[in-house]
T-cell receptor, first 114, second 112 residues
Framework: DTEVTQTPKHLVMGMTNKKSLKCEQH?????MYWYKQKAKKPPELMFV???????INESVPSRFSPECPNSSLLNLHLHALQPEDSALYLC?????????????FGPGTRLTVT | QKEVEQDPGPLSVPEGAIVSLNCTYS??????FMWYRQYSRKGPELLMY????GNKEDGRFTAQVDKSSKYISLFIRDSQPSDSATYLC????????????FGTGTRLKVLA
């Protein structure tokens, strides 16, 4: 099974709201990623967790707060977002070691900030 | 110069045609190469994964890597309207770097 699941599929939130995106995988992958994708653009890396520890933060504004509660779950907490943050948010996972670099994506959460 | 270059298209072909999609790259350290298919408003789906040089075939799809030319290709045989999507190449230098460099994607339209 190479499935990464994400909830919710769609989210509309106001600029003062707090919401969370959730991601889950059961492939035993120890690296999990958050990407942001705008229309007709490739995915843009935001955060990487390796063994439940934050490994990479691509200078993402603090209104995005990631969390990795365990090896299967990844959350992205959202607060005080701006309309320009509207995008498709993608979760992905991969193995960490062993020379295998296949990265699997979830279906994404389409976020609209009003 | 971008690390990975990919023609954005759109590329329109008739049903049944052989499709060739390509990416060039500049970083000779890249060893891991992936092709993703992405339908509109959906997440990327991993189609093909290749390590180092060579060919890999899976059904109607063939991935080729030419490291000497820094060039990768995805061939789709007997293309179907359901293949209409954006195809993204992605590559990485080493296990554990967590950095995947994506091409901009090629939009493909297969006409019935």
């Amino acid at each position: 099974d190479t499935e990464v699941t994400q909830t919710p599929k769609h989210l509309v939130m106001g600029m003062t709201n707090k919401k969370s995106l959730k991601c889950e995988q059961h492939m035993g992958h120890r690296a999990m990623y958050w990407y942001k994708q705008k229309a007709k653009k490739p995915p843009e890396l935001m955060f990487v967790y390796s063994y439940e520890k934050l490994s990479i933060n691509e200078s993402v504004p603090s209104r995005f707060s990631p969390e990795c509660p365990n090896s299967s779950l990844l959350n992205l907490h959202l607060h005080a977002l701006q309309p320009e943050d509207s995008a498709l948010y993608l979760c992905a996972s991969s193995q960490v070691a062993g020379g295998v670099m296949e990265q699997y994506f979830g279906p994404g959460t389409r976020l609209t900030v009003t | 110069q971008k690390e990975v270059e990919q023609d954005p298209g759109p590329l329109s072909v008739p049903e049944g045609a052989i499709v060739s999609l390509n990416c060039t790259y500049s970083n000779s350290a890249f060893q891991y190469f992936m092709w993703y298919r992405q339908y509109s408003r959906k997440g990327p789906e991993l189609l093909m994964y290749t390590y180092s040089s060579g060919n890999k075939e899976d059904g109607r799809f063939t991935a080729q890597v030419d490291k000497s030319s820094k060039y990768i290709s995805l061939f789709i045989r007997d293309s179907q309207p359901s293949d209409s999507a954006t195809y993204l190449c992605a590559m990485s230098a080493a296990s554990g770097t967590y950095k995947y460099i994506f091409g901009t994607g090629t939009r493909l339209k297969v006409l019935a």
